[in-house]
């Protein structure tokens, strides 16, 4: 049959030499490759006992963020989600109730704020579009689980500690403190 380009190869059909047909000096040339690869340094790490540097833009997971007074600073304007190309983060508001003025820092606050890990790409679109500081992206990971179901981040996985009442752990997770 005629070919219609010019690539076509000759398929070599010549018999195998007796060297071939043992396969030894194939098999010698494989391991001399693995033992090789013995000496070199190890492009692996013993992860989670060692850590790699973060990137400097490095985006991990959420943050829902607090003032110095550990007041919540989500108004739940909503723009965050807006900004969402995943369409990942849900909030229901809520109004701030006389002697509430020690939780929330506006008067409309986030009662329910949830972020759907499975669907968030980590591009850090709802911290840029967040007019309160209220949400940053940290530089710790997402555990991994085995439920589709605990992927969904509600405001008690993402609310920093309260600086007043938990102030090591609100340094560690703003990154201040390792
Ligand atoms: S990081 Fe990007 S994808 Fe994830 S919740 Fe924020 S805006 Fe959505
Ligand atoms: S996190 Fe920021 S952008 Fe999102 S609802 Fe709260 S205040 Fe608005």
Known sequence: MQPLTNRVKEVDRKPMTLGEKIYLPAVLKGMSITFKHMFKKRPTINYPEQT?????????????????????RCTACGLCAVACPAEAITMEAAERKPGEENLYREEKYAAKYEINMLRCIFCGLCEEACPKDAIYLSETFTPSDYARKNFIYGKKDLLIPDPKTQPEEFAKARGEKK
Request: aromatic share 10%.
């Open 52 to 72: 790699r540097q973060f990137s400097p833009v490095f985006r991990g997971l959420h943050v829902l963020n607090r003032d110095e007074e550990g007041r919540e």
